[in-house]
């Protein structure tokens, strides 16, 4: 079993920035996959990041690309989500979650996800 904890979403103006946390316990992450989705009011959750183990490839959804970045530190069993230039529909619930294997934007190929963190960025 792996166990996720988010951490670092609060409230941020426009063009302001916040770094995300998902601390894993359980088991270490070298071998898996990790993901950021997100959830806003009204629309369905959504693929935001992914980072893959063991050769740390990395996807980005084109709403957040040049924008967020996705990164990891294995010996720290954490992987992060940098978030730069924030903008109001970046307002959500961020989720982490994880898979062995490689990432992948489906959602519902991830196993283990966290409790998720708000984060709110005002005009």
């Known amino acids: 079993q792996v166990q996720l904890v988010e951490s670092g979403g609060g409230l941020v103006q426009a063009g302001g920035s916040l770094r995300l946390s998902c601390a894993a316990s359980?088991?270490?992450?070298?071998?898996?996959?990790m993901a950021w989705f997100r959830h806003a009011p009204g629309k369905d959750r959504e693929f935001t990041a992914t980072?893959?183990?063991?050769?740390?490839?990395?996807d980005y959804d084109s709403s957040v690309k040049g924008r967020f970045t996705i990164s990891r530190n294995n010996a720290k069993n954490t992987v992060y989500l940098q978030m730069n230039s924030l903008k109001p529909e970046d307002t959500a619930v961020y989720y982490c979650?994880?898979?062995w294997g490689p990432g992948t934007r489906d959602e519902s190929r991830y196993d283990y996800w966290g409790q998720g963190t708000q984060v709110t960025v005002s005009s």
């Open positions: 980072i893959s183990g063991i050769n740390d490839v990395r």
């Open positions: 359980g088991r270490t992450l070298y071998n898996y996959a």
């Open positions: 979650a994880a898979k």
